[in-house]
């Protein structure tokens, strides 16, 4: 297979390029800044996870070169390059907003993308040293690139992955999270659902983006209390939150007008077209015309339909 070109000029990629990681949250539009900056949620951890395991497994680490320590945990580059060096990669997954890739020796690297990290595999001459944190070389000239413009994300290596994962909710993709257990697990539950549904602990991987789509796919308001949920609106719930996962995994994650994020090819995700609510504040509601409001909950930036979105008993 003939390496892929890409819109680096001059310069052609080895393997394949693989890119994961999240800059900026703009109207997909115009490019105004609406809520600060987004964080990759499930859809796109999930594409980079996909696109660095068909790169790196097998692929043995040679050598490491860490260029911000405090990108790596514990903040001590010799040791954080001792454990790594000599590991040869025995898989990547993904575990809430964590990429995780398993290694030989039983210890797993951790690396959370927070607000702008990327993950790059690519050879020497492309490398792209522009925020570059930790740099990864590996056995057949590859090398995997971890850049941060805002230095927030992090890289782990860790004998106990269950230690920093362990304390996150059930995936919303996985067959034990079911209609039932939704509903038992709103029980009681006396905060509002949008806050809640963006608990980690309490659903792994969700974000702002696709809980105000899977509200809007429900048509439960952000603001209702999670207790009041009846079982039918608690697997409607359920339903919308599969769906919109699914339905953005399948389109490469969610690419806006900055269009930073890209799939593990070098492509934009596609599902920024499909968004029903989330960005789209005074545009019409694709379900009934009524314009799309933005309102603040928990601190986040949240759209809704107030047709088709209300509160029993009370009117928006």
């Known amino acids: 297979m003939l390496p892929q070109k890409t819109h680096r000029r001059n310069c052609v990629l080895w393997p394949p390029h693989y890119v994961g990681g999240w800059q900026g949250g703009f109207d997909r539009r115009d490019g105004r800044a609406y809520n600060g900056r987004a964080m990759p949620e499930l859809p796109e951890v999930e594409t980079v996870a996909r696109g660095l395991r068909i790169a790196l ?34 898989g990547v997954g993904r575990r809430g907003k964590w990429v995780v890739i398993g290694l030989s020796g039983g210890a797993a690297l951790l690396v959370h993308l927070r607000m702008t990290g990327r993950l790059v595999v690519e050879s020497e001459a492309c490398l792209d040293n522009r925020h570059l944190r930790v740099l990864l070389l590996l056995d057949d000239g590859g090398r995997l690139q971890f ?8 890289m ?12 996150l909710g059930p995936e919303p993709l ?74 953005a995994i399948a389109d490469g994650g969610t690419t806006l007008s900055d269009a930073a994020y890209r799939q593990a090819d070098g492509r934009s995700g596609e599902f920024a077209s499909q968004l029903a609510a989330y960005g789209r504040a005074g545009e019409p509601c694709l379900r009934c ?25 009370r009117e928006f």
């Open 289 to 313: 015309g009524a314009a799309i409001e933005r309102i603040k909950v928990g601190q986040r930036g949240t759209h809704f339909c107030p047709r088709c979105q209300t509160v029993p008993g």
């Open 57 to 90: 497994t097998g692929r043995t680490i040679v050598d490491v070169k860490v260029t911000w320590e405090r990108s790596v945990i514990p903040p001590d580059p010799p040791a954080f390059a001792r454990g790594l060096v000599g590991q040869t990669i025995a």
């Open 156 to 167: 782990m290596l860790t004998t106990r992955p269950q230690e920093v994962l362990g304390d």
């Open 147 to 154: 850049s941060d413009a805002r230095k927030f994300g992090r």
């Open 174 to 247: 996985e067959e034990d999270f079911t209609p039932q257990r939704l509903t038992e697990m709103l029980a009681g539950r006396r905060g509002q659902i949008k806050p809640l549904l963006l608990d980690q602990r309490f659903l792994a991987g969700l974000g702002n983006i696709y809980a105000d789509e899977a509200l809007w796919r429900a048509g439960i308001h952000p603001l209702r209390q999670a207790h009041t949920l009846t079982p039918a609106e608690a697997q409607r719930l359920h339903q919308a939150i599969r769906a919109v996962l699914k339905a």
